[in-house]
């Protein structure tokens, strides 16, 4: 930055799950901003009561990165409205950076009305039920509004652009990843998931609900050959309980374990001898580069963003909704460790070569000062 120039004040603004994608990227993007000279702050809508500093805030420590965490209401909108207005004043903001439906419907427009470039990131898509479809029609009629939007895949960049959204505002840019905090060791994860050490563990990690599938991976443990091996389950949400039921229906009685919500859950991915991404929609899932990072073989649906993380060489890639054939692959990995290994760390390598974190915050920083500037 040349001297005496302003840093550009950025603002994310986010109304956080106990962790997840979006909150990851959050917690990697905001302190790659500050290094690469933005002033930035991260403002999380909370639920009164919470009692622990959210994940998010915790990951942000000693970042450089200004932590705001807003207890309101879950329909405290005016309130919500107030803070996004004084925090606009008080940080004389560039941008405000809204990351959610909630966010994005509610506190841009106020941002907006003030003068400020508004962006968004579209992390993924939800769909299945009315309710989900409701909302990202709303939320889609919201971005034509904004100064521009980010997607994470070719195929959200095709659906926004179907749904009126004005081309030149949307800009692709995939995810990228580098560790927050150092992974366990693979006895300690297991240990403190419960886990034996000497049996083939195969893992899953995200929010249990119908477009992440976890359902599809219950069906394909019942079909996996090696009866030796366990299935880990971290998070949670709405479809555990089908999960839990299809464990009892197909048999699988003390091979399933569903661990809940963890708190740092990729630094347990060692554990793993597999990991499973059974998704019928999928963006940049920070999970698979968690994974990869890890070093863990991958197995996933080819959905979304996905094939352009992972081909082949580097991943077993099936059909979303395959039970069959993501056992199938499962087998593969397990009875062929050796082939499994040099797919992972080929994976590896090219998520250190084409996700770096620097070059990403940097085309963040690019894209605001173009909206700022008005090009």
Not at 93 to 112: K, N
Request: with cysteine.
């Amino acid at each position: 930055m040349p001297n005496g120039e302003r840093a550009l004040s950025v603002a994310h603004l986010l109304a956080p799950a106990p962790f997840g994608g979006l909150e990851t990227v959050v917690s990697t993007l905001a302190p790659a901003q500050v290094q690469a000279g933005a002033d930035v702050t991260v403002c999380l809508v909370l639920t009164p009561g919470q009692t622990e500093e959210h994940s998010v805030a915790r990951a942000l420590r000693d970042t450089g990165v200004s932590v705001e965490s807003w207890e309101i209401p879950v329909r405290g909108y005016r309130e919500e409205r107030a803070r996004v207005t004084d925090l606009v004043g008080r940080k004389s903001l560039g941008v405000l950076h809204t990351h959610g439906y909630r966010p994005d419907v509610v506190d841009a427009p106020v941002a907006r009305r003030m003068g400020v470039a508004t962006m968004s990131t579209v992390h993924g898509r939800i769909g299945g039920t009315w309710k989900g479809r409701v909302y990202e029609w709303v939320q889609a009629r919201a971005f034509r509004a904004f100064s521009g939007v980010i997607v994470v895949s070719e195929e959200l960049e095709r659906e926004l652009q179907e749904e009126g959204v004005p081309a030149d505002r949307v800009h692709l840019l995939p995810n990228a990843w580098e560790p927050i905090l150092p992974p366990l060791s693979r006895p300690s994860a297991r240990q403190r998931l419960g886990l034996p050490e000497d049996v083939p563990v195969v893992g899953w990690l995200g929010r249990m609900s119908p477009e992440k599938a976890p359902e599809v991976l219950v069906r394909a443990a019942a079909r996996v050959r090696d009866p030796s091996a366990l299935y880990s389950f971290i998070g949670d949400g709405p479809d555990r309980k089908v999960c839990e039921g299809l464990v009892r229906d197909e048999g699988l009685g003390g091979k399933v374990y569903f661990h809940g919500e963890i708190p740092d859950a990729s630094r347990f991915l060692s554990a793993f001898d597999v990991f499973v991404l059974s998704s019928w929609t999928e963006g940049t899932p920070m999970a698979l580069l968690e994974a990869i990072s890890a070093g863990v073989p991958v197995v996933t649906t080819a959905v979304g963003g996905i094939p352009a993380v992972v081909s082949e060489h580097e991943a077993r890639l099936c059909e979303a909704g395959s039970f069959e054939e993501i056992a199938r692959a499962i087998d593969d990995v397990l009875s062929k460790p050796g082939a499994a290994r040099a797919r992972a760390l080929a994976a590896k390598e090219r998520l250190e070569t084409d996700f770096a974190v620097a070059p990403w915050a940097r085309r963040h920083l690019d894209l605001y000062r173009a909206l700022v500037n008005g090009s």
